[in-house]
């Protein structure tokens, strides 16, 4: 599927976009939201939606990964803060939806890459503007484990920095700047001790993402300045300017373990390619699709379960539910579950591949524990 990212310059947007490439889809354009430049404050609007600090680097960001920008001012403000967003004027999500609706012109894209870990509020405005547009929002971050999703975003090689602070334990002299190669026990510490979101999810803080495998170059700060945006005494809020920058090009080290006096060269050739090697852009992806037996139907059923495991993550799609026949007074003519009696939690949910033996007979066989069971319910 053809797909456009929905960037601010951070690790969460860099990070999904190699989990849709490593699903098999092409990012084929960049999306950002900046504000005015002649607003006052303009490097960290109060927005609910957009994270704005480091958008004067978005250009190159763009240029480092060779793909095509698409940015648009953020006119609107956050009008409509209600759990259910519904379409209005002056709403800051309607300049999201004109952003995408150019880049679906302009790209044809099908689908739109966002970093959304945790926000319900981002979620639901951006699944409306997709949903709007015929756009499939994919979001592979979606409420991960944040203490896995950091260790893998740095066993990825993405040298993100921190540009932002918020919290309590997070200090803009010592800490802004840090990678979160260097970061990550400190945060660990942080969740621990006040319950700090790892990834920054309650706004602690933010990053900007200088170098990653989907990178052509990398970016180099040259000079930045730190800013105070609130003096407070235990959690100061206070951001990185970053002045100057530059594209440099990627340096590659092969090594080869020879004895101290042998002389040697060695020719490399570095190839660029957008499929996953191994140890490359993400976890081994395993699938295990699961064939259903009846002991009553003629025929086999199924296919009636299959999952799929991404790292941590193990997405399922349908699942099975065994009871003895009659017990629960279920109809026998559907495929889909049709309980008369509402209390499910007398129906015991069962793995297909791993049927328990406490309920059998005593002396009874597997099998014949399975003959013992009624139909299988289908996919509640």
Request: net charge negative.
């Amino acid at each position: 599927m053809r797909v456009a990212a929905l960037i601010s310059g951070g690790k969460d947007s860099c990070y999904n976009m190699m989990q849709c490439i490593a699903a098999g889809h092409q990012i084929v354009a960049l999306a950002n939201l900046r504000p005015a430049e002649n607003q006052v404050g303009s490097d960290e609007l109060d927005s609910y939606m957009y994270q704005t600090v480091g958008h004067h680097a978005i250009d190159l960001y763009a240029e480092a990964m060779a793909l095509p920008l698409y940015r648009r001012t953020i006119r609107g403000r956050s009008v409509d803060t209600s759990q259910v967003y519904t379409k209005c004027e002056g709403d800051e999500v309607e300049d999201l939806y004109e952003l995408l609706k150019l880049v679906k012109e302009k790209e044809e894209v099908e689908g739109i890459s966002v970093g959304a870990i945790l926000s319900d509020y981002q979620r639901v405005r951006v699944e409306n503007v997709c949903k709007r547009l015929d756009l499939q929002p994919l979001a592979y971050l979606w409420q991960r484990k944040q203490e896995d999703l950091l260790r893998e975003m740095i066993s990825s090689n993405i040298q993100a920095i921190i540009i932002k602070v918020a919290a309590l334990g997070l200090d803009p002299d010592k800490h802004l700047g840090k990678t979160l190669d260097q970061m990550e026990p400190y945060l660990l510490e942080l969740s621990s001790k006040y319950g700090v979101h790892i990834c920054g999810e309650g706004g602690e803080y933010e990053t900007f993402t200088l170098d990653c495998p989907l990178f052509k170059k990398k970016i180099i700060v040259d000079s930045s300045e730190v800013v105070i945006h609130s003096a407070d005494a235990f959690a100061p809020v206070a951001y990185l300017r970053l002045l100057e920058l530059h594209l440099e090009d990627k340096s590659f080290c092969v090594e080869t373990m020879l004895p101290e006096e042998v002389l040697f060269l060695k020719d490399c050739l570095v190839h660029q390619s957008d499929t996953e090697i191994s140890g490359g852009l993400c976890h081994p992806k395993e699938i295990l699709h699961v064939q259903g037996i009846s002991h009553w139907a003629p025929a086999s059923i199924g296919p009636c379960s299959q999952s799929i495991k991404l790292g941590e993550p193990c997405h399922i799609v349908g699942r099975v539910f065994w009871g003895f026949e009659g017990q629960h007074g279920y109809r026998k003519d559907k495929t889909r579950s049709a309980l008369e009696d509402k209390d499910q939690k007398q129906l015991g949910e069962l793995p297909l591949l791993s049927m328990d033996r406490a309920n059998a007979e005593p002396g009874t066989s597997q099998d014949a524990k399975l003959s013992q069971l009624a139909h299988p319910l289908y996919l509640l």
